[in-house]
DNA sequence: AAACCTGGTCTTATTATGAGACTTCATTCC
DNA sequence: GGAATGAAGTCTCATAATAAGACCAGGTTT
C-alpha cells in the first residue's frame, strides 16, 4: 500500500511527476527561485512541518533537482540551490503561474506578476508552437507511442 | 492537520497546485487530453484505486476542471471531459513532458512523443520569450509582487 | 557567557491512500 | 428472455503520509 511508483512509466509526464508531483515540491521549487535558498526560510515562508521539509528536500536532491552548497553569506550553514537539472523546471512554474492567473483570481482580485528583469515589463504567455510558427493547441497534437512491437 | 489549502495565495502558482496539484490530478488529466473519457478506462489505464479516481474526478469537477457529460457511444454511461479550464492546462503537461524527456530518460530508452496531428513532426520546445523574441530564462525574470503598502 | 538562530530529529494524532469486496444498473451473449 | 458481463461507483479496513510541536546539538550574535 505503498504509494505508486511512476518512475519506470513509459510516459514522460508520468516521470516527471514522480519526482515533483507532490504538494510541496514545486512550492519548494517555486521559493528556490524565488530565491530562498535556506532551511529556515522555506520553512517560515511556505508553512510546512519542519519533518516534511527535510524528507521533500533529501528526495529533490536525491533526484538531482536541487543540491546543498555552502551559505552565501559567509556563514557556516549551508543552502539549497537548484542545479541545472532543477532550473529546468522554470517553464513548469512559468505554465502552473499563467494557468492560475487565468482561471483562479475574481476579476477584482489582484496576484504577483512575472516580468522580465531588465524591463520590468510582464513577460509574454507560454506556448507551444509549430515549426511554421503557428500556436498549437491541444487539439493540433498527438501522441506517438514508442511501438514495441514492430513487425519488420 | 488537514493537508494546507492553498486557495487563498497570492501567488498563481500555489493556487493552481491547490487545484491540480496531487498525485494524480494531472495524470487524469493527461489521460482525458489523451482521450481516455471513461471511469473504468482512466481506473484501469492508471492503476488508480477506484475510491481514489471517485474522488479526485469529483474534486476536478467541483473546481472546473473537468464536466460530465452523456457518453460518446449512445450508451446510457457518462464520460469525463476537459472545460475550457481544463484545456487550459495543456501548457503544463507539455511542460512537465519536456522536463521529462529531458532529465529522465537514460540516453538508450525510448519514450512516446507529442506530434503537430497534421504534419505529424514532434512539436518544438516549449519557450517563454520576451516581446522582443528572445528566450527567457529563469535569471531573466522576476516576481513583481502586488504592494498592498503603496505609500502615495 | 547568555541568548538566539540554524538545521534538523522524534513523537503523536489525524488524514490520505491502496486493495479489494460489494452494489446497482446497463449492455451483451446465447 | 435470462444469464453473464461491464460500468460506475460505494464501503471497509490496513497502512502510509502529513501536520504540530517538543526537543536537541552546534554556530552566531550581543
Known amino acids: 500500500m505503498k504509494r505508486k511508483n511512476l518512475s519506470k512509466?513509459?510516459?514522460?509526464?508520468a516521470?516527471?511527476?514522480?519526482?515533483?508531483?507532490?504538494?510541496?515540491?514545486?512550492l519548494i521549487i517555486r521559493d528556490v527561485l524565488d530565491g530562498i535558498n535556506r532551511f529556515s526560510a522555506l520553512q517560515k515562508?511556505?508553512?510546512?512541518?519542519?519533518?516534511m521539509l527535510?524528507?521533500?528536500?533529501?528526495?529533490?536532491?536525491?533526484?538531482g533537482v536541487l543540491e546543498t552548497a555552502p551559505a552565501?553569506?559567509?556563514?557556516?550553514?549551508?543552502?539549497?540551490?537548484?542545479?541545472?537539472?532543477?532550473?529546468?523546471?522554470?517553464p513548469v512554474i512559468v505554465a502552473l503561474r499563467q494557468w492560475g492567473e487565468d482561471n483562479l483570481y475574481q476579476p477584482d482580485e489582484q496576484h504577483s506578476v512575472l516580468v522580465e528583469t531588465q524591463t520590468g515589463e510582464p513577460v509574454t504567455r507560454l506556448e507551444l508552437r509549430s515549426r511554421e510558427n503557428r500556436v498549437l493547441e491541444w487539439r493540433d497534437t498527438t501522441i506517438r507511442k514508442v511501438s514495441s512491437d514492430l513487425k519488420p
Not at 512509466?9 to 509526464?13: F, G, L, N, Q, S
Not at 516521470?15 to 514545486?26: A, E, M, Y
Not at 515562508?45 to 519533518?51: D, E, F, W
Request: net charge negative; proline share 2%.
Open 45 to 51: 515562508n511556505l508553512g510546512i512541518a519542519r519533518s
Open 72 to 90: 552565501s553569506d559567509g556563514t557556516a550553514y549551508q543552502e539549497y540551490v537548484l542545479t541545472k537539472m532543477g532550473h529546468g523546471l522554470f
Open 9 to 13: 512509466a513509459e510516459c514522460p509526464v
Open 15 to 26: 516521470r516527471s511527476l514522480d519526482v515533483i508531483g507532490d504538494w510541496w515540491s514545486l
Open 54 to 63: 527535510t524528507t521533500r528536500l533529501q528526495d529533490l536532491v536525491d533526484h
